[in-house]
């Protein structure tokens, strides 16, 4: 199951994610925002990320203008490894070394293709489980 949260800002990309996951034959829950009226991210954030962290999600997907507000603060739940992510590149490799839980996106910033490109690559790639990375991550979380 993937949680998947925006505020206003991300929401019409919230809403061509939803579709695209849809399309693959994913599933999963729209914790909101259900429009484009004004809002404050951390209500988002915050509840994907809780769960994620609980278990109830595997994995989500935070959208804002910037990425930025939502990533920062599902990183303060313990136990979320959120990853801002512009490119495939950045997407690939946050699962593979940093093991990433939720992938944050800026709608501001990347347009709708780049962005569904970016949450595949994010969705379909394994964590590597490689010893060093395990330790690194151990490290994260003190
Ligand atoms: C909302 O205007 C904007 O501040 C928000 O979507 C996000 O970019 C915050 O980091």
Redesign the pocket.
């Known amino acids: 199951m993937i949680g998947i949260g925006s ?4 929401f019409a990309l919230k809403q061509a994610i939803m579709k695209h996951l849809e399309a693959r034959g994913l599933e999963y829950r729209d914790y909101g925002t259900y429009s484009e009226a ?1 809002c404050d ?1 951390p209500d988002y954030g915050k509840a994907v990320a809780l769960a994620v962290a609980e278990g109830s999600c595997d994995r989500g997907i935070l959208i ?7 990533s ?1 603060t599902a990183n303060k739940v313990p136990g979320i490894r959120a990853a801002l992510c512009g490119d495939c590149f950045s997407a690939e490799a946050t699962r593979l070394h940093n093991d990433a839980n939720i992938l944050a996106l ?3 910033v990347v347009g709708e293709g780049l962005a569904l490109k970016i949450v595949d690559t994010f969705l379909d790639t394994p964590f590597s489980n490689d010893e060093r990375h395990i330790r690194r991550i151990r490290k994260i979380e003190g």
């Not at 505020?7 to 991300?10: A, L, P, R, V, W």
């Not at 804002?64 to 939502?70: K, L, Q, R, Y």
């Open positions: 505020d206003h800002g991300g004004s991210y804002c203008g910037t990425g930025i507000g939502i920062i800026g709608a501001r």
